[in-house]
């Protein structure tokens, strides 16, 4: 499982990495490139570039102290689909659960109607 920063990170090589080719990114571009609100520094770049990289999410042709030579993959490049998916399937599942839930309520307060109106008759 990927975090959040991994997550940025790897979109925005995808975002870059357009045409399937290797591309040469500072470290500095890398940390500007991700929001804000992550906090990220040169070292959380490089930690993450390397957990994308034994991920096999990017593959990593060269890395220096300033730099770095990657290219998105194929599982790098399905991931956010692949998230997509699920979150659309978890919604599915949730209505089919209300649904279900809404119709057992329903016939559990027909039936106990029913039994209250058949104790009402015989007593």
Same mark, same amino acid.
């Given at each position: 499982m990927?975090?959040?920063?991994?997550?940025?990170?790897l979109n925005y090589i995808n975002g870059e990495c357009v045409n399937s080719g290797y591309k040469?990114?500072?470290?500095?571009e890398l940390? *500007?490139?991700l929001p804000k609100t992550l906090k990220s520094d040169k070292e959380n770049v490089v930690e993450s570039v390397n957990h994308l990289s034994s991920?096999? @999410?990017? =593959?990593?042709? @060269?890395?220096?102290?300033?730099?770095? !030579?990657?290219?998105? =993959?194929?599982?790098g490049r399905t991931v956010f689909e692949t998230r997509l998916q699920n979150v659309i399937d978890e919604r599915r599942?949730?209505?089919? @659960? *209300?649904? $279900? !839930?809404? =119709?057992?309520?329903?016939?559990?307060?027909?039936?106990?109607?029913?039994? @209250?109106?058949?104790?009402? $008759?015989?007593l």
């Open positions: 990927l975090d959040n920063r991994s997550l940025a990170l040469i990114f500072s470290y500095s940390v *500007f490139a991920r096999e @999410y990017v =593959t990593v042709k @060269y890395q220096d102290g300033d730099e770095v !030579c990657l290219c998105p =993959t194929v599982k599942k949730e209505k089919k @659960y *209300f649904l $279900a !839930c809404l =119709t057992g309520s329903f016939v559990g307060s027909l039936v106990g109607l029913i039994i @209250y109106a058949l104790i009402g $008759a015989l």
